[in-house]
């Protein structure tokens, strides 16, 4: 019998899941294995036999509900925004820098234990297979961002929780807000869930 996940996504929930790479045949294995149903929210129900088929299929449907601030949330990270999207974001690089977010988020990345990190990259790896299949879902800009590495998303932890008060003016408006932790005990994924302010206007398609 599958084991059910029912997640409910939001960027900074992305946080604590993470990343990509990995090897071809245990992610054509986590696309294949992994389903998602969407309900009338616009919440993504993931059944998976397996917590890397479930990151992956988390890291899919996120792309598929909010790729373009995934994937803008993830260039602040490397403090190259400025670099993607113009001037406007020369503060938030240098505040990104002067934190040394980047080099320690390599780190982060290579400090990772053998039972963590094949469920870092599923999760990115559903990011990048998500973009590559749906390029036409994506505009230029933030498409330059590709590929998503397994440090990028812990870049964007470390970027969230040490952002000044002014920087997180992106978290403001979503409509659900609920962080997605691991419990570490059972390596079973523990999530909060709960609708938005408002439904989407109607049911959304299933993948």
Do not use: K
């Not at 993470?18 to 998602?36: D, F, L, V, W, Y």
Request: hydrophobic share 45%.
């Amino acid at each position: 019998m599958r084991r059910f996940f029912s997640i409910s996504f939001v960027l900074a929930a992305a946080l604590a899941l993470m990343a990509t790479g990995g090897a071809a045949a245990r992610q054509a294995g986590a696309a294949s294995s992994s389903e998602i149903l969407w309900d009338s929210w616009g919440v993504p129900h993931i059944f998976a036999p397996d917590l890397a088929s479930a990151t992956y299929a988390f890291g899919q449907a996120q792309m598929q509900s909010h790729g373009h601030l995934v994937l803008r949330l993830y260039g602040q990270a490397r403090g190259r925004a400025a670099e993607y999207w113009g001037p406007d974001y020369v503060e938030a690089d240098r505040y990104v820098r002067l934190m040394g977010i980047p080099a320690r988020a390599a780190q982060w990345w290579a400090g990772q234990t053998p039972a963590i990190r094949p469920d870092i990259e599923a999760f990115v790896a559903g990011i990048n297979d998500y973009a590559r299949a749906h390029p036409d879902q994506l505009a230029a800009d933030v498409r330059a961002v590709l590929p998503v590495t397994p440090a990028d998303v812990m870049a964007h932890v470390q970027r969230v929780h040490e952002a000044p008060p002014h920087c997180r003016c992106l978290f403001r408006n979503l409509p659900v807000c609920d962080a997605l932790h691991f419990a570490t005990t059972s390596g079973v994924p523990v999530t909060t869930t709960r609708p938005p302010a408002w439904p989407p206007s109607g049911p959304r398609s299933m993948t």
